[in-house]
């Protein structure tokens, strides 16, 4: 079952393939869909596309999704075979950029919600750099693709294969601003899921307070916060 067959498909498709009888189907979407590069048509989708699904997986095969969005065509396609995207500061965490330092094989999802209603798989082996080193050897990428904001790294993704998602469940979305003014009240992004962390109660200033330098005045010789 590890051993992966020649051609596309994985060892466990093509078991399922032949316990359900979808073999010769299977077979017509490989040989016609599924592209050793990008063509053409999918360079041009990927090109108008301002979000992107992510699949990775550590050394153990222990599974990570993540998802990045940004300006239409914020994923650039050098040539036929390479995709890089940028990547910004977040919580810190790397999840999926840890994952790729552990095992290449990256897989990415482009939706499209509102036009065609279609998507497109492209899967591959991936690189993580810093912004300095992406553009030694890239030196046209912009340098202001989202808000503002440099890179702090880049993803390289050699591509292995590439091919359509089919229409048939893809609901209809319409992009929208999203709403200015009063909202229904929500918790913080860190709060969102867990428990809410206390704020920590700010001590009563008092000219006995011990272990304080006084002021000129005799106020409390406090170092000003940080804003």
Same mark, same amino acid.
């Given at each position: 079952?590890?051993?992966?067959?020649?051609?596309?498909? +994985?060892? #466990?498709?093509? @078991?399922?393939?032949? =316990? $359900? *009888?979808?073999?010769?189907?299977?077979? &017509?979407?490989?040989?016609?869909?599924?592209?050793?590069?990008?063509?053409?048509?999918?360079?041009?989708?990927?090109?108008?596309?301002?979000?992107?699904?992510?699949?990775?997986?550590?050394?153990?095969?222990?599974?990570?999704?993540?998802?990045?969005?940004?300006?239409?065509?914020?994923?650039?396609?050098?040539?036929?075979?390479?995709?890089?995207?940028?990547?910004?500061?977040?919580?810190?965490?790397?999840? +999926?950029? #840890?994952?790729? @330092?552990?095992?290449? =094989? $990256? *897989?990415?999802?482009?939706?499209?919600? &509102?036009?065609?209603?279609?998507?497109?798989?492209?899967?591959?082996?991936?690189?993580?750099?810093?912004?300095?080193?992406?553009?030694?050897?890239?030196?046209?990428?912009?340098?202001?693709?989202?808000?503002?904001?440099?890179?702090?790294?880049?993803?390289?993704?050699?591509?292995?294969?590439?091919?359509?998602?089919?229409?048939?469940?893809?609901?209809?979305?319409?992009?929208?601003?999203?709403?200015?003014? +009063?909202?229904?009240?929500?918790?913080?992004?860190?709060?969102?899921?867990?428990?809410?962390?206390?704020?920590?109660?700010?001590?009563?200033?008092?000219?006995?307070?011990?272990?304080?330098?006084?002021?000129?005045?005799?106020?409390?010789?406090?170092?000003?916060?940080?804003?």
């Amino acid at each position: 079952m590890n051993d992966r067959p020649a051609g596309p498909g +994985s060892a #466990g498709e093509r @078991l399922l393939q032949s =316990h $359900l *009888g979808s073999t010769q189907r299977a077979a &017509t979407f490989y040989d016609r869909q599924v592209q050793p590069c990008l063509t053409r048509q999918m360079r041009d989708f990927i090109g108008q596309q301002a979000m992107v699904f992510l699949s990775s997986a550590d050394a153990a095969g222990n599974c990570d999704t993540g998802f990045r969005a940004g300006p239409p065509g914020f994923v650039i396609s050098l040539d036929a075979h390479t995709l890089v995207y940028p990547e910004y500061r977040g919580n810190g965490v790397h999840a +999926s950029n #840890g994952n790729i @330092l552990e095992n290449p =094989h $990256l *897989g990415m999802l482009f939706m499209d919600f &509102t036009h065609h209603h279609i998507g497109l798989h492209v899967n591959g082996t991936a690189q993580v750099v810093t912004d300095a080193e992406q553009r030694r050897v890239w030196p046209h990428l912009p340098t202001d693709t989202a808000q503002s904001r440099r890179p702090d790294l880049w993803v390289n993704l050699t591509v292995d294969e590439a091919y359509v998602q089919c229409s048939k469940y893809i609901p209809h979305l319409e992009p929208a601003p999203r709403p200015r003014g +009063s909202t229904a009240p929500r918790p913080k992004d860190s709060d969102y899921f867990v428990p809410a962390v206390p704020s920590p109660r700010r001590p009563a200033r008092s000219d006995q307070v011990s272990g304080l330098p006084l002021g000129q005045h005799g106020e409390p010789g406090l170092t000003p916060e940080r804003s």
